[in-house]
């Protein structure tokens, strides 16, 4: 059974400052995909990671894949208060398998 | 553009009651899917659909019933609520697949079984 598990869970963080959510999954997979999600509302596609070593930048978010470590990071760069939200990272295990296992989401909290 | 839009956004049900949730999308995508969110976790598959006409069971399948009669619309039964089905619910669509494209989300249903 595929296992998505994102840490920290919550982080607090002060405007200005780096930080890195990591994303461990236990078994083999190429397609990895970090949403945002706002509280009450929907869960926005933030980045689709297609291969090993592939890598998004938007704004103040860098996202990276390693899948040979099963590992994807979400990078902050000098965070400001509207990039607080939840981010989930998912993974799809196998070809033709429609199952996007999601991580339990790590609630960022950017404080002025 | 409408996207993905689910009705009812808010339902209050008794236990034992039945009640749809229905989601459209316009944007002729193929698979559509009914994930629900729980406190703690992140979202896990209930069924899903690869065409009009086509259904299938995701993660947690039990106690629902979709059905996909038209391209456009997926719907989502509970046929007898109980209080373990309380949970928000997110239906989303993709053009090629979660495997190769990404999802776009429905804005959510907030479901409450009493």
């Known amino acids: 059974e595929l296992k998505v598990e994102q840490n920290p869970l919550f982080l607090s963080m002060q405007e200005g400052k780096n930080y890195t959510i990591y994303c461990n999954y236990s078994?083999?997979?190429?397609?990895l995909y970090w949403y945002r999600q706002d509280p009450g509302k929907s869960l926005e596609s933030l980045f689709v990671?297609?291969?090993?070593?592939a890598v998004k930048q938007e704004g103040r978010l860098m996202a990276s894949l390693d899948t040979k470590a099963r590992l994807s990071t979400l990078h902050i760069t000098a965070a400001v208060h509207d990039l607080s939200a939840t981010y989930f990272c998912a993974v799809v295990k196998d070809f033709g398998n429609e199952k996007l296992t999601f991580g339990t989401g790590t609630r960022l909290t950017i404080i002025p | 553009n409408a996207g993905v839009t689910q009705t009812p956004k808010f339902r209050v049900l008794k236990t034992g009651q039945s009640m749809t949730l229905l989601c459209a999308q316009d944007?002729?995508?193929?698979?559509m899917y009914w994930y629900r969110q729980d406190p703690g976790m992140g979202l896990r598959l209930i069924h899903y659909?690869?065409?009009?006409?086509?259904?299938a069971k995701g993660e947690v399948p039990d106690g629902y019933n979709v059905s996909r009669l038209k391209k456009q619309n997926f719907l989502l039964g509970l046929e007898s609520a109980a209080p373990s089905q309380t949970s928000v619910y997110f239906c989303?669509?993709?053009?090629?697949?979660?495997?190769?494209?990404?999802?776009?989300f429905g804005e959510g249903s907030r479901l409450t079984v009493l």
């Open positions: 944007m002729n995508h193929e698979y």
């Open positions: 989303a669509s993709s053009y090629t697949g979660a495997r190769t494209g990404e999802l776009f």
């Open positions: 990671l297609l291969s090993n070593g």
């Open positions: 659909s690869v065409g009009e006409g086509t259904t």
């Open positions: 078994t083999t997979s190429d397609r």
